[in-house]
């Protein structure tokens, strides 16, 4: 069960065959209704697509590998303990940073952290408990830290390269997440499917992901910084 | 099915790249604008955990220049926001001037990149 072999069953007609197709369905639902809001209201904003484009851009596309991952994570439901921490801890922590990066490079450490801190909790917690309270717990406690981390990492970078340090902030947590995927292939080459997930699980969170985002980052709440 | 996948490997990556064109632009951070005719000077200088702009009144539409005091900025503080005319500079010893016209009345904040040192200034 190589890397070779984990990329050869993205074309399988199992579960890792629908990874490539969630993360086309969520980008796709992702930059139509961003589309839709802009052409409604957006475009009124001043400077909306310098100030929040960069931002949005990413943010939209580490939606659609976080809920990739998760998507292969409810497949199979029930893991060892120790995958199961592995997961929470990924997937709270990656889904904690990423979001508390953007929105803090727009909005501030402090909306940047809460809103971080909200998405890691919620999706590690969620995402942990395939191997009951332990993982739930590491999902817990990877998404608080990773909230955190990202909004103040936003703020540290502010003079410095924030644009280029969001793009290898993106690429790094591509790539855990894409090795917590050749984990869960690996885990599972036993075991059967245990529940499957429609279009419609991608398109809601999706949304729900993104129309958050969009609202924090262009109405929501800012601090001192921003203002 | 490895068609199917193609297919949607493709949608996908033309997905990025059209987004990408349009939604990624130029940055907006500046570090100023250089300044003609009449300039107002000020110096910067931290004491007690506070910027001192000194004065800390300029007029609206004159050129500002900041003259920052190295030797009495610890720390972050060299690292400065005024977030409302978009100035994000860290000055050093090298380079300690921060440039920029104030367009807009009002009091406005000067702080570090981490908010901890903080400042106001005013327009008028």
């Known amino acids: ?227 | 099915m490895t068609y199917k996948n193609l297919f949607f490997g493709v949608l996908t990556l033309a997905i990025i790249v059209v987004a990408g064109i349009f939604l990624i632009q130029g940055g907006n951070t500046t570090s100023g604008e250089n300044p003609s005719g009449n300039v107002q000077i000020a110096k910067l200088s931290v004491e007690g955990g506070r910027y001192i702009l000194s004065p800390s009144e300029f007029k609206k539409n004159v050129p500002v220049r900041i003259e920052a005091d190295i030797s009495k900025m610890p720390g972050c503080s060299k690292s400065i926001v005024i977030s409302a005319f978009n100035i994000r500079k860290v000055v050093s010893a090298a380079d300690n001037l921060i440039e920029f016209t104030p367009t807009k009345t009002g009091t406005f904040n000067i702080a570090c990149s981490m908010n901890m040192y903080r400042g106001t200034f005013t327009v008028v």
């Open chain 1, 1 to 227: 069960m190589s890397f070779k072999d984990f990329v050869k069953s993205l074309n399988n007609d199992k579960v890792e065959g629908e990874l490539v197709k969630t993360i086309f369905v969520s980008l796709a639902t992702s930059f139509v209704i961003l589309g839709i809001l802009y052409f409604l209201m957006l475009r009124s904003v001043e400077n909306f697509i310098p100030k929040y484009g960069f931002y949005l851009f990413f943010a939209v596309l580490s939606y659609s590998l976080i809920l990739l991952s998760v998507k292969h994570v409810r497949a199979y439901r029930e893991f060892p303990c120790m995958s199961g921490m592995l997961i929470g801890m990924t997937i709270g922590m990656i889904s904690g940073f990423l979001p508390g990066f953007f929105i803090g490079a727009t909005n501030g450490m402090f909306w940047g952290s809460v809103v971080g801190m909200s998405f890691g909790i919620l999706f590690g917690t969620w995402n942990g408990k395939c191997c009951g309270v332990m993982g739930a717990i590491e999902g817990m406690t990877a998404g608080f830290m990773g909230g955190l981390m990202g909004g103040m990492t936003a703020i540290m970078m502010l003079n410095d390269s924030l644009r280029a340090a969001a793009v290898v902030v993106f690429m790094v947590s591509g790539f855990i997440l894409l090795g917590l995927n050749y984990m869960i292939y690996t885990e599972t080459r036993e075991m059967e499917r245990k529940h499957k997930d429609g279009e419609f699980f991608t398109i809601f969170w999706s949304l729900i992901l993104t129309i958050i985002t969009i609202w924090f980052m262009v109405f929501g709440p800012r601090s001192p910084l921003f203002q």
